[in-house]
């Protein structure tokens, strides 16, 4: 990844009402196959990125939050209904999607993968985890 002092990481929903910026690259981000990223999300799966510690701040708006399960939220737009993170343990991860340049993210690995749709075939070499990704950088909670 982009050292700091690299491209900038912001990003926001799609209207544009909530915008972030990082200060710091992603330390980590992952795909998340499960079932609950497929519904938070429309899509077959997503993938989240942390920013280090105290490098995200929330420069525009205010996310909407719904409690999906025990201690975990999903943040959207209230506006637009974007998906914007995935927060537990007091932890915020960012949907890859959000950032205006997602293409700067390396992602590290698939989670969750047991939950995958058949018909998606991987070929990106990444490492697969059928649950969460239990080291540093993977999801505290399914
Ligand atoms: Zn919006
Ligand atoms: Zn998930």
Not at 48 to 74: C, D, H, I, K, M
Not at 75 to 83: A, I, L, P, Q, W
Request: charged share 20%.
């Amino acid at each position: 990844m982009p050292a700091i002092g690299g491209p900038e990481w912001t990003g926001g929903c799609l209207c544009g009402a909530v915008r972030y910026r990082a200060n710091a690259p992603p330390q980590w981000a992952s795909y998340c196959h499960c079932g609950m990223c497929r519904k938070v999300s429309g899509a077959p799966y997503m993938a989240f990125v942390e920013f280090p510690e105290g490098a995200l701040e929330w420069t525009q708006g205010e996310r909407s939050r719904y409690a999906s399960n025990e201690g975990v939220a999903r943040g959207f737009c209230g506006e637009c209904g974007s998906s914007l993170t995935f927060e537990a343990d007091g932890l915020v991860f960012m949907a890859l999607g959000s950032l205006d340049h997602p293409e700067n993210v390396e992602v590290q690995r698939h989670c969750y993968t047991k939950f995958k749709l058949p018909g998606i075939k991987l070929a990106d070499g990444l490492p697969e985890f059928p649950g969460p990704f239990g080291g540093k950088g993977g999801f505290p909670i399914g």
